[in-house]
């Protein structure tokens, strides 16, 4: 059994400081003479850019040339490897996919259906990387702040409730939707929670996560320079961007006509991969699939109008509901009974989905993360049948193993300790991951 504290973050200098105590004020950061003392706001920050065009001249090299013999001798390849490695325990947030899959630098691509939750995912985790430290970007072409925010208090009132319902089987404790957040229910009718869940949700991202309301009108290059501003308002920390989403980016224009719906897709995808690997950072972009691919499981094929994504990305990730994996989608026609089935499906509360990775450069490829969703408080939680916590990595999940797992769950959880149990499948097989804290804020993950 391994413990290890993986809630420490290191230190983030510039506009992303670290998670401040609860009740005590974070200080300004400093900056050198002549930066911006606030960081750059992101309607200036598009502001400042200069007018888009694809395939501008930059004062940037096309290329870097790399002498085999200077780059082990002169020592950079161990800078690369400390580099990299630091990104080992980097999480998203979500146990049973950070069993799998650390969060190192790269083009991650994550798609799914409309109405499946995409973005509630994907502002979800740019809320959990924030809280562990991170320096986020949140992209949202469709979506306001206001809408993102609400949706953040609302898992913020849900998580309140559940733990709560952890610790004394019950628990009236109220859980408003997003849409009863802005239209003032909150506010109205229990103000002091409302307030309590703006404090917890402030001090938990500080001022490590900005959203960038680009109303439809961004363009990739619009992106690229406001990066590029916010890592010079960082003094060059390289905070992950998440765009939401690739296909209402706006066309670029070339001479004085937009870019065509096929070729504007493959320029994005391309500038924003060319983005990540200048500046080694990790973007992750979230696209909308074929509605030929509605009723089939994901796979290339749904992202076959989404630009080079199955060349150019290093993760590609698909969001499916888990009825997918019933041997009727594997069948021609019976159209009606599919329909039915995802109906229903899409109706449930909560709804199962899955998260499936179909490529992926840093790992194991080919696995699946079981989610539960809860649309009406825009909460994503690993799906499990036993209550939260640790890890068991590579063994499959018997009658006998998960008999042991209770055990242990009843041993940390009389000792003080929040623990979780999740599911996941990799190919051929079921594993079982299982996440602890203590009240002391210590992690635990054991490997069987």
């Not at 916010?230 to 690739?246: E, N, Q, S, T």
């Not at 080694?280 to 994901?298: C, D, E, H, K």
Request: some cysteine; overall charge neutral; aromatic content about 10%.
């Amino acid at each position: 059994m391994e413990d290890r504290n993986n809630a420490t973050a290191a230190p983030i200098p510039g506009p992303f400081p670290q998670p401040a105590a609860r009740g005590r004020a974070q200080p300004a950061p400093a900056l050198p003479a002549g930066e911006p003392e606030e960081p750059i706001p992101p309607d200036q920050a598009v502001a400042a850019a200069a007018p888009p065009q694809a395939g501008a001249a930059s004062n940037s090299p096309i290329c870097k040339v790399t002498c085999a013999e200077s780059y082990f001798t002169e020592g950079r390849f161990g800078q690369d490897v400390a580099t990299y490695s630091s990104y080992a325990n980097r999480m998203t947030g979500f146990a049973n996919l950070d069993s799998i899959q650390p969060l190192y630098p790269g083009f991650y691509v994550l798609g799914a259906i409309s109405s499946l939750g995409k973005t509630t995912f994907a502002h979800q985790m740019a809320d959990q990387l924030a809280a562990r430290g991170e320096g986020v970007i949140y992209f949202s072409l469709e979506q306001t702040s206001f809408e993102l925010f609400s949706k953040s208090l609302a898992r913020g009132f849900y998580r309140t409730k559940e733990d709560e319902k952890g610790r004394t089987g019950a628990s009236s404790y109220p859980t408003p939707s997003s849409i009863d957040i802005r239209r003032g229910v909150a506010s109205s009718s229990y103000p002091d929670r409302l307030a309590e869940q703006v404090d917890a949700y402030v001090h938990m991202v500080g001022s490590r996560l900005f959203v960038v309301d680009g109303a439809f009108s961004l363009t990739v290059e619009d992106i690229e320079r406001c990066i590029e501003l916010f890592i010079a308002a960082a003094r060059g920390h390289k905070p992950v961007a998440i765009i939401d989403y690739l296909q209402i980016i706006a066309p670029s224009v070339v001479g004085s006509r937009p870019l065509e719906a096929k070729a504007s897709i493959d320029h994005i995808v391309h500038v924003l991969k060319s983005v990540q690997s200048k500046h080694g950072m990790t973007v992750i972009v979230i696209s909308s699939l074929n509605r030929q691919n509605y009723m089939t499981p994901v796979d290339f094929e749904s992202f076959k109008e989404s630009g080079g994504i199955e060349y150019t990305a290093d993760v590609v990730w698909g969001l499916q509901l888990a009825a997918m994996n019933d041997e009727l989608f594997a069948k021609e026609g019976r159209v009606k009974e599919k329909r039915d089935k995802l109906r229903n499906a899409k109706a449930a509360a909560p709804r199962a989905v899955d998260l499936v990775c179909l490529k992926n450069r840093y790992g194991r490829s080919s696995y699946t993360a079981e989610f539960e969703y809860h649309p009406a408080s825009d909460v994503f939680a690993p799906a499990c049948s036993l209550p939260a916590g640790i890890c068991f990595v590579n063994r499959p999940a018997g009658k006998a193993f998960l008999f042991g797992l209770k055990f242990l769950f009843w041993g940390l959880t009389t000792h003080g300790w929040s623990v979780t149990i999740a599911k996941s499948k990799g190919t051929g097989n079921e594993f079982v991951h299982v996440w602890g804290y203590s009240s002391a804020g210590r992690a635990l993950e054991w490997h069987s």
